[in-house]
């Protein structure tokens, strides 16, 4: 088995399918950032059958263009959202999204080296040129869409226009998506989300995070659901 860590971007969700052999468990947030899916990786690795952790960066990245933004004072996100996110950017030199992109991959590549120097595991960490993958022609209003890890295609999950639409937050805690809610909703302007329950024994749990977050001001004014797959 192979943990297969990569950004929200609704762009990446067919490419990421292309690498899913079946043993492969994908995780997604903003970034890519592996030191924001701690909890998830601690109960992961558990699991003695996972050989190996790749994550794969990407140009354009919305996240890194949300963190120059931090950096030059344009925008201004929340305490944790700014030290999960942006923090280990401060001492960075630049301010540049490029230049940040290139940065983002070193430090996870880092973080990644620490791990399977403690677990005994291969890492490996690709920056992907996102103009060179098939992109379909833009369709419909973006939504996010907040699933547990998981080996499934999104090609099981969502449907055709939802492929290219969808940013794909994926972990095993809601506190830890909080994050990539935030990004969503504040700065990419996601008015529209749900919580997709992957297997039956998860919908319980789907819909208690469900109650949670129609309580959380964050998410005031954004149409949010949950669905059994």
Do not use: W
């Not at 996601?190 to 997709?196: L, Q, R, S, V």
């Amino acid at each position: 088995m192979e943990i297969l860590i990569s950004c929200m971007d609704r762009r990446l969700n067919a490419y990421l399918d292309s690498l899913n052999s079946g043993n492969t468990i994908l995780l997604r947030n903003a970034g890519a950032n592996v030191s924001g899916l701690s909890y998830t990786l601690s109960e992961l690795l558990r699991d003695e059958n996972i050989k190996s952790i790749k994550v794969v960066t990407h140009t354009d990245c919305g996240a890194m263009k949300t963190v120059s933004k931090v950096l030059k004072g344009e925008l201004k996100l929340s305490e944790i959202a700014t030290n999960t996110l942006v923090k280990k950017f401060t001492d960075a030199g630049t301010k540049d999204p490029r230049e940040l992109e290139n940065i983002n991959t070193q430090i996870q590549k880092s973080e990644l080296e620490k791990i399977s120097k403690e677990r005994g595991i291969k890492g490996s960490v690709e920056l992907l040129d996102i103009s060179k993958i098939d992109m379909p022609k833009e369709q419909g209003e973006h939504k996010m869409a907040l699933m547990n890890p998981s080996s499934l295609k999104y090609g099981q999950i969502l449907n055709k226009e939802e492929m290219f639409n969808t940013y794909v937050i994926q972990s095993k805690s809601l506190e830890e998506k909080m994050v990539d809610i935030e990004i969503a909703t504040k700065v990419l302007g996601i008015k529209k989300g749900e919580i997709i329950a992957l297997y039956a024994s998860e919908y319980r749990g789907v819909e208690a995070d469900l109650k949670k977050l129609k309580l959380n001001p964050l998410l005031n004014g954004i149409e949010i659901n949950a669905r059994r797959l």
